[in-house]
């Protein structure tokens, strides 16, 4: 099974990324955790993606394309993976079919999570403030500022990737806005 989740900053995507590790026992690939793990280390990646990352702008094509096609070829990713948060540019979706097709993989579904837009600084501040009474650490780009340029990108950059995903029939839509168990639902029901 290999998905591509889209949806704005705060959708859900890494949710429902998560419940479906469980059900399908395929790991989930976020960007933004593996660029955070490279951040923490200090790599030479980490340390070129942090400021804009703190700045809620979108790394560099080139070097999420190299750190998904690397972590694909994993052993834990044989029998499928998900997808959250990437592709975010056209151009990455033209290298991950590009790349997908050089190692013989298709995908199976991309699943869009359609939300209200005025809703998602409110999720983002319920995330804060949980992560917060939990004892965890804030993203450093979990604020209000960095969020709306988050919005903005997404909206420039990633939402066109709905049209050239439904260009090729792949793209299906569930409302984001339900609870948790209900978007889980809607997706089962995609994916059975
Ligand atoms: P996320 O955890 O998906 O919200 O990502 C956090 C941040 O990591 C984003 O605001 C970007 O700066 C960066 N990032 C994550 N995934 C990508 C991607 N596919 N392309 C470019 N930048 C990304």
Do not use: W
Request: with cysteine; aromatic share 4%.
């Amino acid at each position: 099974m290999r998905l591509i989740f889209l949806g704005p900053p705060g959708a859900g995507k890494g949710t429902q990324a998560k419940l479906l590790t469980e059900r399908y026992a395929i790991p989930q690939l976020s960007t933004g955790d593996m660029l955070r793990s490279a951040v923490a280390q200090g790599s030479e990646v980490g340390k070129r993606a942090k400021a804009v990352m703190d700045a809620g702008q979108l790394v560099s094509d080139e070097i999420v394309n190299e750190i998904v096609s690397d972590r694909i070829d994993a052993p834990d990713c044989a029998k499928g993976f998900i997808l959250d948060g990437y592709p975010r540019t056209v151009p990455q979706a033209i290298a991950l079919d590009r790349m997908l097709d050089q190692k013989g993989m298709r995908l199976d579904a991309v699943i869009e999570l359609k939300v209200d837009e005025g809703a998602l600084v409110r999720r983002m501040e319920n995330r804060v403030a949980e992560t917060v009474a939990a004892g965890g650490n804030v993203r450093s780009d979990d604020n209000p500022e960095a969020f709306r340029r988050r919005l903005e990108e997404y909206r420039a950059k990633t939402a066109p990737l709905s049209a050239h995903y439904a260009g090729t029939g792949r793209l299906k839509t569930v409302d984001g806005m339900a609870d948790v168990e209900t978007v889980s639902a809607e997706i089962e029901k995609i994916l059975a």
